[in-house]
């Protein structure tokens, strides 16, 4: 059984991610946090009770110090800053081809990859507890 996490959530699409929130609640156990502000973003991961973040590559309207952003760039962000980075993030996109993973992975420096949309939830669950528990 894996450890119970504190997962933050970020997806544009809302009821996606309510829908995606309850599934990781009712089957793996786990807090969801939902957001898809880069400011909060940001807060909540600096805050420390964050075990987890997947991140939607497709972030539209978001913002970051005034410029554009995707969750490729937010996770970069997270990742090269010392109180953020060892923060496991699962990158989620609809978009990537898988030639365009591993580039994707890089550049963002992100733990990992899933697609959507996401129909093996156990899978994800197996990988959340795989990154959870390191």
Not at 6 to 20: E, P
Not at 21 to 37: F, M, P, Y
Not at 82 to 97: G, H, K, R, S
Not at 101 to 119: G, H, V
């Amino acid at each position: 059984m894996h450890n119970r996490l504190n997962i933050l959530l970020i997806d544009d699409d809302t009821v996606l991610a309510k829908g995606t929130a309850k599934l990781l609640q009712r089957l793996g156990g786990h807090e969801v946090l939902i957001s898809d502000t880069p400011t909060e973003i940001m807060q909540q991961c600096q805050g420390g009770s964050i075990d987890l973040v997947m991140m939607d590559v497709n972030l539209p309207g978001a913002e970051w110090e005034g410029q554009p952003v995707s969750g490729a760039d937010l996770a970069r962000c997270l990742k090269t800053n010392p109180q953020t980075a060892e923060i496991p993030i699962i990158l989620v996109t609809a978009y990537a081809m898988s030639s365009e993973r591993q580039t994707l992975l890089e550049t963002s420096k992100a733990d990992a990859f899933f697609a959507k949309p996401i129909t093996d939830y156990q899978a994800l669950l197996d990988l959340i507890g795989q990154l959870g528990d390191r």
